[in-house]
């Protein structure tokens, strides 16, 4: 299945215009609300290589608009192989999923590869309901 040509082609625009001059693995992602939002990051790496992965990089702009909820996740990666969320992407979009939120990974080409739920992206997450209340 394939994703619609106006997401491809955000993704496609992101994914060119990532910053990644020493892993040379550029990355875009969209984060979509339930509401049909769309917000649009990429990778950016700094030389202390502590840089900001895609999926962060959209996290950040859905949440500077004031949202807090995530319908859908968009990843893609510099080729046609699975570019999955790192670890500390996985727990940044647990933060805002829900158990119905869909994880897509597609190809350059706009095929999605593979499509995850939260709980198969990360088992068992902590989240912040193991928190004490405030």
Avoid: W
Wanted: hydrophobic fraction near 35%.
């Amino acid at each position: 299945m394939k994703i619609d040509d106006a997401l491809l082609e955000k993704l496609t625009k992101a994914l060119a215009n990532a910053y990644v001059p020493y892993s040379d693995h550029p990355v875009a992602s969209i984060m979509e609300t339930p509401g049909g939002e769309q917000f649009v990051g990429c990778n950016v790496e700094v030389a202390h290589y502590k840089g900001v992965c895609a999926e962060g990089s959209a996290i950040s702009a859905m949440v500077t608009s004031g949202h807090r909820q995530l319908a859908k996740v968009f990843v893609m990666g510099p080729g046609d192989h699975l570019c999955t969320p790192c670890g500390d992407c996985r727990q940044r979009i647990r933060e805002f999923a829900t158990p119905e939120t869909e994880i897509h990974v597609v190809s350059r080409e706009g095929e999605i590869l593979k499509t995850y739920s939260m709980e198969q992206l990360l088992p068992d997450a902590f989240g912040p309901e193991q928190l004490p209340p405030r």
